[in-house]
């Protein structure tokens, strides 16, 4: 940004938050230069300023400055993007975690108003108090916030029972472009047909459209009781028959994970720290499906059962170690989860041993993450095998992540080992890009969970063709000035060739 | 030298955290949560510390803000699989070398080395021999600086603990030195490691075995922090520790106390030294109900300020005052904790909410079980 512009808008948010919530310091630029998504040592992608605002007021102040400048603003939550969609291009980055109060609760009709940079982890505890749950449980809760799940359309562990964030979203506050404040969606309830409902217009929308900076969410009353499950099937598609003949008979599972041997190890963590040895697998197994149920005590024990039988009857096995069933929820779901949100049997990880760091001292975890038909899903994965082996990248595993209510509608991670050089890097978006391509191909989407972010930007018309046009008219109405995280969604890839 | 020399294998640890940016640290930082920005938090001090090493940051003074704002509470390494308080430690000791170091921590150096405590006492204010006389003894009870100076209720306690019980500690007096603890936090090597020969000879020269102490700071610089340079052969216990040993041996008399308490983890003691269940069951022991401050407790026990309250006191207020609240949102009206600095900072923080709650350090509970 030019020097002069930049000593402009720096003082002019001063005057508006004080300098104790502006910075143009490089040293509180660069802790915000990554993503998750894999590149390469040297990467980094620098704002010019960082704010943190407290209210929706400030927002709409802080794009207003940015409108008048005309430069970009990039919002922020945690920072965990897979898909560098919280990247800054310059401009203003906007950490939205000081917005973490949660403004209402309201028990009665089962809803809260949050501000939009409140942890999904920190909502939770919060509403213990009062017996309820935001049951959207994407692994990285403890820093993901409410506003990046919106932005994004996450999966979640229990999305099989609650589905996406659009079953949980009545309405939002939201900044656009110029610094207006407009209310989208209606008020406390999901249930409406009046008007456009613009405010599913923010899911997915990865801060393109506005900022998010609050939301009126439903939530549900904690479950009295949680179990799970495990069996081995010799294939994907057996393991999916059992899950559709599941449902059509009235067995309903609060979480539902299919996942291949190699995905497994990756899940198993917490048992080869606490064992020192892998989990036995039979010899025969291709995929493992995991599930869990909740509900009274007999319900959820009726339903263990009954699961048990309709697997058997689709030459499924049961995993009758406990332990290793324990172990694979601690690292699937429990994690970092404090005592009073757990049961009792649900194990925390061990502490100084969290998974993700532990996982990836030498490479890291890299994935496609996209959705095909149910049908389409043994293909997809022999696509990955044959990419993954293209691309010269070893395979991390395949999770099949059940994310609509009671259907087998899915997202899929394609996950690979990505190391640190450029060659590996560029071959791993190569390897997404095919993976991307291909998901569409077979009648899918190519992102699932992550957005298009910097990453699918541009090959994104592969799957939308000329309703990007219309796409982009959308963004021009909130957006009129094009600046709100300028790159993400539209316009040429940063990392795919 | 520069910062690679001090991390050596560490600097794997920066490219770990570079790829995985799972963010577990970030949100509950202490400092993180007061100041706003990331760079307080675990992640950001994990990327400037790569910055540095790629020579993209300057040794700036923000820089060394940064690096000495860190409580060192080590909730990110509970939280996470890498040694994130280490290299900030060895961050700091790259600082130093580079006199990129803040007056105040400075003067708390000077103030160690010319009256051997932080706190500019005079020295005869920190050895209360008055109170409790030199005494030989294979097990002695190493009191640190902070009780005799600013927490002398303990001191009392102690003493009244000790004549109760007809359990009697050896007593260095002038011959017990600063741990250093505090130096070898802010990056002062040398001269911790000349507090740590002191030491280390007078318990040889006392013949020494044991040593129990009340201050987590000091048990973590005996047992573990010496160690790092010198072959030792005492052992160290938390007097938590020592009295859970007593009480396992029914060797303390007491009267049954009863209500309840919410106990606070030091984070050296807790975090840092691993000592989590002994001061809970000894309070259980004396008859107390220990309350548990919500989500926050144990290896995830949130950080109350004190080990910077000398250095950044608004900053150390502010976390304490959030720490304060959690331990109080329990309906306790006591709090009990095992460290004495952890009591200041917590009665300074019920100062300042205008709050009446009792801070005890478990040594004055046992104190009154004795009456
Ligand atoms: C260890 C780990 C585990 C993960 N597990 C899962 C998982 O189980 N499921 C899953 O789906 N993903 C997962 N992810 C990916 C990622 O964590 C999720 O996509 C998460 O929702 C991102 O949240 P965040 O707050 O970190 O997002 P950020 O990276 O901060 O932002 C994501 C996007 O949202 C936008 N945004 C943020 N806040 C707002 C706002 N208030 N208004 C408008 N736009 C906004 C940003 O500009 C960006 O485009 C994981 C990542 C990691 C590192
Ligand atoms: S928890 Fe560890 S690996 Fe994860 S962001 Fe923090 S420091 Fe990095
Ligand atoms: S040690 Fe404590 S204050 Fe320092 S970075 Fe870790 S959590 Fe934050």
Redesign the pocket.
Known sequence: MDKEVLKRVYSKLVELLGEERVSVAIEDRLPYSRNWNPCTRDFRALPDIVVLPKSTEEVSQVVKVAYEYKIPVTPRGGGTSMSGGSLARGGILVDMKLMDRVLEVDKENYVVRVQAGIPILRLNEELRKYGLWFPYDVESKAVATVGSVIALRSDGTFNIRYGKIENHLCSITVVTGTGEVVELGHRKTLISTSGYHLHWLFISSEGTLGIVTEAVLRVVPAPPHRDIVGFFFPSFSHGVKALVDMLKRGVLPESANLQCKNRLKFYTHAYRAKYGVEPKVPEWTEAVLFLSFAGDKDVVDFMMKKSREIVREHGGEPIEDREVLEMWWTSKHVAIEPKELRFPWEKPFIPFKQKWPDSQRTRRFGAAGVSVPVGKIQEMYRKYLEYSSKYGLEVLGMNVYFQHPNSTHVSISFAVWVGDSEEEVRNFYRYLKEMAKTAVDLGGSMSAYYGDGEVLAGINVYEHGNALKYMLKIKEVFDPAGIMNPGKKFGESRWVE | MNLRDYLKDLVDNLYTCARTQCGF?VY?????RVLGFET???R??MHLARGIVEGNVGLTEKLVDIYF?????????AVCALD??RI?RNVRKFLVSKNAVPRIHREIRDSIVSSDNPYSAERRAKTPVQVLPPRKSKTIIFLGCTIPISRRQILLSLKKFMEKSGITLGYLGPDEYCCGLVLYEIGFEKEFLEQAEKNIKSFKESGVERIVTICPGCYIALKERYSEYFDVDYEVLHISEYLYELMNKNKIKYRKLSGEIVYHDP?HLTRHGKVVEEPRAVLEWLGLTVLEAPHYNKYYSR?CGGSILSFYPDLASEIGVMRLRELLSTGAETIVSGCEICEIALDKAAMRENVFVDVLDIVEVLSTALS
């Open positions: 640290c509950e930082c202490p400092v993180r307080y938090s675990s950001g001090r704002k860190c409580t060192l509470c080590g909730y990110c390494e994130n308080t900030f984070c950080c």
